[in-house]
């Protein structure tokens, strides 16, 4: 079976940095997406992560870990239109466009 | 370049109707994925289509079916509408060539099942 763990939300200050931890459990492990999605909007890619390490992109970093079966997403001075939900997700070998979406992480920015 | 689209926006249906849900995927991408979320599952994949067939499927009922045209637009199909069916439905492309099979989704589809 597959099971996708990420806290269900967090609570950060402006200009602070937070971690959204994901793990993960599944059989044939290919690669790991984060998503963000703002209420009422549909998700938008922030990253994939294929081997392991840190890939930085701007204020926005992820890293995985394929032998602990470990993700996070990096968050770095945080504005408060970073407030969202934030979704690992998994994809298997040879299983194409399907994604197992964790229950994703609310992310709320305070001033 | 236009991003992925859904028609319609918003549904509202009654118990034991049937509802077809429409998904233009970016242009050049080949697979499309459909996906339901509730406040209560999260994200749920239901199936995705390549090249008109069905690649993948998710663990929903036979009530939940698709298909592809040779334009890579899809359609998903719900029969016999039960409440529990009431969820925000969205679609997915991606290029799926060279091992970029990064998702782009659509709006979404609001369904309520009253």
């Known amino acids: 079976g597959q099971n996708i763990d990420q806290p269900t939300e967090m609570t950060a200050t402006e200009g602070a940095i937070v971690q959204i931890n994901c793990t993960y459990q599944t059989s044939g492990f290919n690669g790991l997406f984060w998503y963000q999605q703002h209420a009422g909007e549909a998700p938008t890619f922030l990253s994939y992560?294929?081997?392991?390490g840190l890939e930085e992109k701007g204020r926005f970093s992820s890293f995985l870990s394929r032998s602990k079966g470990y993700s996070y997403l990096l968050l770095k001075e945080l504005q408060m239109k970073d407030s969202a939900s934030y979704l690992c997700?998994?994809?298997?070998?040879?299983?194409?466009?399907?994604?197992?979406f964790g229950q994703g992480t609310e992310l709320s920015v305070k001033p | 370049k236009a991003g992925v689209t859904q028609t319609p926006r918003y549904l509202i249906k009654t118990r034991g109707q049937q509802v077809t849900l429409s998904c233009s995927p970016i242009s050049g991408h080949r697979s499309v994925s459909w996906y339901q979320q509730t406040p209560g599952q999260g994200l749920q994949f239901l199936f995705e289509y390549f090249s008109e067939t069905q690649r993948n499927k998710g663990n929903f009922p036979g009530r939940f079916s698709g298909r592809q045209f040779s334009n890579s637009r899809s359609e998903m199909n719900v029969s016999t509408l039960e409440l529990g069916d009431s969820a925000l439905y969205l679609c997915?492309?991606?290029?799926?060539?060279?091992?970029?099979?990064?998702?782009?989704f659509g709006p979404g589809t609001r369904l309520t099942v009253l």
């Open positions: 997700a998994v994809t298997g070998y040879n299983q194409g466009g399907k994604l197992i």
């Open positions: 997915a492309s991606s290029l799926d060539r060279d091992g970029n099979n990064e998702q782009f």
């Open positions: 992560n294929v081997l392991d």
